[in-house]
């Protein structure tokens, strides 16, 4: 069983996301750590983009940070190397955008990511349509894929069906950023996705709150975390303590 | 399966996320039917010419031909279209093609403020709810098109985020376009973004390509040898390029912003700098980008909004490839001496988009025998940017 499956053996499972080089690149090493110690099962590393377009204000705010703080995908995976070193052993999914992985090479960005310990990947601008490129180099890595609210049913079989590790279903027409209250429909939409798959199925954008969250694992097999995550621990004066209390909040949530 | 290619060669596609994918499959439908649809193509070319006031005229620039002493300087008149600017031909079009979607709101980004007036005019027209995106530095040095665009009953939203400018406004409309798409249409501006954008952007703005072809065959009798074009997006100029293109003995010439000097790192010349100018992805689409190393997004320079982009169009960067093509760049102080020139010479105000393509004019018919044919496309016109050059020229005008 590879990282990601053994993460998936006691669902639901609690997936944050967090950008590595925010607020500082030493405290996110710390923040991830924090988080994998007190309850995340996986952890989606935020690579930063200087045009984040499917972001919200609070995950652009932060990237932003990360950048003029001097965050490269370089540091980033040296990042994760370092997380592995200092024994976390959950799976780390890096989360970023197209173009500064084509810049690294994409040949090198997935050896790198694979060297460095990274379990795979999610492109949010990389649709079915543009994957072929990167899926030739990716090796054994999976390349998670997206569904929306707007996917039309034969997209959603055709994307469905080639899944591996899991999928991420985008819980509302938009961009990241928490709301007042879960999508509608979103039974449905998750029951949907299940027809034509047996992968995991875990459900991000919108979520903020221990209690969206429980309700939300009572239909999928993941939740995910993004701008709550970053928004509380980066507003905190005690970002990793923040953390761990965040993360267990959430695990408590999903019991 | 797509209806119609989603590349140029190497460049191009669809490099968005899932939830805009569908939105953009039923766009590239509702275009393919359209432009099987004879009611709507009698529609849009009725429009065209009861409203945008097309064909616009094909005017011989005597007095600047004859102050440059060598080649014959035609202009094709978009400044003349109604609203002033080329923009307008691709807004009305994509505004028929919303109707046809049945979606009732429309969200558009804006550099120099053409595009936002064009896309608010539609609107208005048609009867559709918009918004314009623009970033902060946009809407202080386009201040007129600012007000013309709350006048058209547009809401102006500013972007402060990221550098301010045009690629900020796209990343702000494209969010819009994520959270409303069952509703909204996005109408991009310029030859840009994801397929099928690039393509349908060249097939409204064909327009000005078709019409100047067959006016300098009727009123010169012959084809010009070299157009010229400026190229921020690049809708513009792939839509007098398109008219060419199947002329192999006619060049084809586009004019990027050189800004402060390409060797200043401050400006928008995406192929004319490899230091910074490297295939990458940005708004959708593949294709030549200026950025840093890590791949992240440069800052870009222009003392003209509407060419201050750090990316340009996918087609171009084929045509750059195949050398069917060529590109150049035309600094800030080049655009504005051509900007006087233009005024001066020929009583035409040029937007100073336009400006970088008269710059290369001046610079190119010197060198070319008087018998020989420049066509350039006057793309908008200045009323625009009055703030900007009273601010650049500071009582120096000539
Ligand atoms: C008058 C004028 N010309 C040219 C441009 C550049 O756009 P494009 O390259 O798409 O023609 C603009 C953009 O705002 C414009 O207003």
Redesign the pocket.
């Known amino acids: 069983m590879n990282r990601i499956e053994s993460a998936f053996a006691n669902k639901p499972i609690f997936m944050p996301y967090f950008p590595l080089g925010y607020p500082d690149l030493e405290t996110s090493i710390d923040v991830i750590k924090a988080l994998a110690k007190n309850g995340a099962d996986l952890i989606e590393v935020g690579l930063s983009f200087s045009d984040p377009l499917a972001d919200g204000p609070v995950i652009q705010h932060a990237t932003q940070i990360a950048l003029e703080k001097g965050i490269t995908v370089k540091k980033s995976l040296e990042a994760v190397k370092e997380l592995r070193k200092r024994g976390v052993d959950i799976p780390l999914i890096l989360m970023g955008y197209y173009n500064p992985m084509l810049a690294y090479g994409l040949e090198k960005f997935v050896r790198d990511a694979a060297e460095a310990g990274a379990d795979g990947f999610i492109i949010p601008d990389l649709p079915a349509e543009e994957s072929e490129e990167f899926e030739k180099v990716i090796g054994d890595l999976p390349l998670i894929r997206m569904l929306a609210p707007t996917s039309s049913t034969d997209r959603m079989e055709r994307i469905a069906r080639s899944a591996e590790g899991f999928i991420y279903l985008v819980s509302v027409t938009g961009i990241t950023g928490e709301r007042k209250s879960l999508a509608e429909g979103l039974g449905e939409l998750i029951a949907q996705v299940r027809e034509h798959t047996s992968a995991p199925v875990c459900v991000g954008f919108g979520i903020g709150t221990p209690e969206q969250a429980r309700e939300v694992g009572k239909m999928a097999d993941g939740v995910i975390v993004g701008s709550a995550c970053v928004k509380t621990i980066g507003g905190s004066e005690k970002p990793v303590e923040t953390a761990g209390e965040f993360a267990r909040s959430f695990r408590e949530a999903l019991r | 399966m797509t209806l119609l290619p989603t590349k140029f060669g190497p460049y191009g596609g669809q490099f968005v996320p899932e939830t805009l994918m569908p939105a953009l499959i039923e766009l590239e439908e509702a275009f393919v039917s359209a432009k099987a649809d004879v009611q709507f193509q009698n529609e849009f070319n009725k429009l065209m010419a009861s409203f945008v006031g097309r064909p616009t005229p094909l005017t011989y620039a005597k007095r600047l031909s004859e102050k440059l002493g060598g080649a014959q300087i035609y202009l094709k008149r978009e400044d003349l279209a109604h609203t002033g600017?080329?923009?307008i031909n691709n807004a009305l079009g994509q505004a028929l093609l919303v109707k046809r979607m049945g979606k009732q709101r429309i969200v558009a980004e804006?550099?120099?403020g053409?595009?936002g007036v064009a896309s608010a005019t539609a609107a208005a027209l048609l009867g559709l709810e918009c918004v314009v995106y623009m970033g902060e530095v946009d809407i202080a040095r386009q201040e007129p098109n600012v007000f013309r665009m709350k006048l058209l009953g547009a809401e102006v939203r500013p972007v402060s985020s990221g550098t301010k400018t045009l690629k900020d406004a796209i990343n702000e409309a494209i969010r819009d376009w994520v959270t409303n798409v069952r509703d909204t249409h996005y109408l991009l501006?310029?030859?840009l973004g994801p397929h099928p954008y690039p393509t349908i952007v060249r097939e409204f703005q064909s327009v000005i390509g078709t019409e100047a072809r067959e006016q300098m065959l009727l009123e010169v009798g012959r084809l010009p040898d070299t157009v010229i074009a400026?190229?921020?997006?690049?809708?513009?100029?792939i839509g007098v390029f398109s008219g060419f293109v199947n002329d192999e003995q006619v060049e084809l010439i586009g004019v990027e912003a050189g800004g402060s000097g390409i060797e200043t790192g401050k400006h928008a010349a995406r192929f004319g700098d490899p230091s910074k100018g490297r295939v990458g992805v940005i708004h959708g689409t593949r294709t030549y980008v200026l950025q840093d190393e890590d791949g992240q997004i440069a800052e870009t320079h222009s003392v003209s909004?509407?060419?201050d982009y750090a990316a340009v169009g996918p087609e171009h960067a084929l045509m750059r490839d195949n050398e069917r093509a060529f590109y150049t760049s035309a600094t800030d102080t080049e655009a504005l001496d051509a900007f006087q020139t233009l005024c001066h010479t020929e009583g035409i105000i040029p937007?100073l988009?336009?400006s970088h393509a008269v710059a290369e004019v001046i610079k190119r018919a010197p060198k070319m025998r008087k018998d020989e044919i420049i066509l350039v496309n006057l793309?908008?016109r200045g009323d625009k940017d009055l703030n900007t050059v009273i601010k650049e020229l500071g009582g120096s005008e000539k």
């Open positions: 600017a080329h923009k804006t550099g120099a053409q595009h501006g310029s030859a400026c190229v921020g997006g690049g809708s513009n100029a909004a509407g060419l937007a988009e336009s793309s908008g």
